[in-house]
């Protein structure tokens, strides 16, 4: 069965700095990676996706993800965080099971919190 | 293209009764998927309907079915509801199944479910 790990439970963080948030998962075959954003009384929205190509995938709001197949993880990373980026952020594997379809399995998610 | 929606936004229900959530997809998209959420298990996969066939189920007991209707609308039925049932009911569109590449899912508000 496929699993996803998010080490960090809980960020905080200044504005200006930077954020890389991990996320491992284990799963023998292809997989196609996401994460997801919930800003607080919102919606679960997706932030970036991975399903083939380029290692390295951009998103919205200046937010990264690379990822890492030796590593079997897909870490978020953003440059400069702001305060409108407090937010739970969930980290997504799909992968292809029996009898047809995908199954897409989260994390149990990143709270980070941006301090002014 | 309207969002995801789902009715009710809020539900109080006591333990044994039974409780129908609905929820309509964006316009064109055959796949909704539902999920459970609370704070100690992050997001649980309950179960994938595309194109009115169940595809996926999670690991949860039988007390918790679903439908999905030719115009793509997909309900959700708890039958004898416990304590631990209370939680945010989600549910997720998409266009080509959840998961894959075309799986990029599109999450309703959710249905936020109390059971006294």
């Known amino acids: 069965a496929q699993s996803v790990s998010q080490h960090n439970h809980h960020v905080i963080l200044s504005e200006a700095a930077s954020l890389e948030l991990g996320c491992n998962y284990s799963?023998?075959?292809?997989?196609?990676l996401f994460w997801y954003v919930q800003y607080p009384g919102q919606h679960l929205q997706l932030l970036l996706k991975?399903?083939?190509?380029?290692?390295l995938v951009k998103g919205i709001k200046g937010f990264e993800a690379e990822f890492i197949k030796s590593k079997f993880s897909f870490n978020l990373r953003k440059p400069s965080v702001q305060w409108s980026d407090t937010a739970e952020y969930f980290c997504?594997?799909?992968?292809?099971?029996?009898?047809?379809?995908?199954?897409?399995?989260f994390g149990t998610g990143t709270q980070l919190k941006v301090e002014l | 293209k309207a969002g995801v929606t789902q009715t009710p936004r809020y539900l109080i229900k006591t333990r044994g009764q039974q409780v129908t959530l609905s929820c309509s997809p964006i316009?064109?998209?055959?796949?909704v998927s539902w999920y459970q959420q609370t704070p100690g298990q992050g997001l649980q996969f309950l179960f994938e309907?595309?194109?009115?066939?169940?595809?996926n189920k999670g690991n949860f007991p039988g007390r918790f079915s679903g439908r999905q209707f030719s115009n793509s609308r997909s309900e959700m039925n708890v039958s004898t509801l416990e304590l631990g049932d209370s939680a945010l009911y989600l549910c997720a569109s998409s266009s080509q199944g959840t998961g894959g590449p075309g799986g990029t899912q599109y999450f309703g508000p959710g249905t936020r479910l109390l059971v006294l």
């Open positions: 309907y595309f194109s009115e066939t169940q595809r």
């Open positions: 997504a594997v799909g992968a292809s099971i029996t009898g047809g379809g995908n199954k897409l399995t």
């Open positions: 991975y399903f083939s190509g380029d290692p």
């Open positions: 316009s064109g998209h055959r796949s």
């Open positions: 799963y023998g075959g292809t997989v196609n």
